[in-house]
């Protein structure tokens, strides 16, 4: 089955415990985006990454690092974890588009979310 | 900044009825998304509608979009207790990425 997985679904952790949240896909898709979501604030993109190896920033990236080494998996580290990153947080992956330049402008699969909660 | 911003916020209906979102953005777009999502759960994609396309539909779902007027509306027909989730836009312009607005929560009471 085609799909993206996040894993730690749910987690409590302190504040500046480093933490990583996984995420891999099995479509071979090129781009993988990082998001979280808030109340009264939607969705908002953290990073993101066009293909192996190749990373950019989102509309939120502070207190966020991402890693590319392998073209299913895309990890999202928080060095030194805030009570402000308590959120809940969604990878997702699509093809590139093969028209245009940017983002991928196809259609994204998400994973089913990883609730973070930082005291 | 949000590109799409849904209208209503919040849409509760009754079962049977129809239900219609809007989403309005600010600057030209490729492609316009309408994704769903459960409490908690992850976006799921509905339909996409090229900017060169004016509707399309799948099963009970119909999206128009109307470039002139930067907007596009969701129309669920025949609307089931399973349809209660919260619904998103999403736009995607030339050379820039993907931007969701904050959603529609619609509720279908049984």
């Known amino acids: 089955e085609a799909q993206v997985t996040q894993n730690p679904r749910y987690l409590i952790t302190v504040t500046g415990k480093k933490l990583t949240v996984t995420c891999s896909q099995n479509m071979n898709h090129e781009y993988m985006s990082w998001y979280r979501q808030d109340p009264g604030l939607g969705l908002r993109q953290i990073y993101y990454s066009m293909n192996v190896e190749v990373t950019d920033k989102g509309d939120v990236p502070e207190g966020y690092k991402v890693s590319r080494k392998e073209k299913r998996n895309f990890p999202l580290i928080l060095e030194s974890p805030s009570p402000n990153q308590t959120s809940l947080y969604f990878c997702?992956?699509?093809?590139?588009?093969?028209?245009?330049?940017?983002?991928?402008?196809?259609?994204?699969?998400f994973g089913a979310g990883s609730r973070l909660t930082v005291l | 900044s949000q590109q799409g911003e849904e209208d209503p916020q919040a849409l509760s209906i009754q079962e049977g009825e129809n239900a219609t979102m809007n989403c309005s953005y600010k600057?030209?777009?490729?492609?316009l998304q309408w994704y769903r999502q459960n409490s908690g759960r992850g976006l799921v994609h509905l339909i996409l509608i090229r900017s060169n396309e004016r509707e399309k539909h799948s099963g009970r779902l119909r999206v128009t979009l109307d470039t002139s007027k930067k907007s596009s509306s969701l129309l669920i027909t025949a609307s089931r207790a399973a349809d209660t989730a919260s619904y998103f836009c999403?736009?995607?312009?030339?050379?820039?990425?993907?931007?969701f607005g904050e959603g529609t929560q619609l509720t279908v009471n049984p």
């Open positions: 997702a992956s699509s093809s590139r588009s093969r028209t245009g330049v940017g983002q991928g402008a196809n259609v994204l699969t």
């Open positions: 999403a736009t995607k312009a030339s050379g820039s990425r993907l931007t």
């Open positions: 600057t030209s777009i490729n492609n």
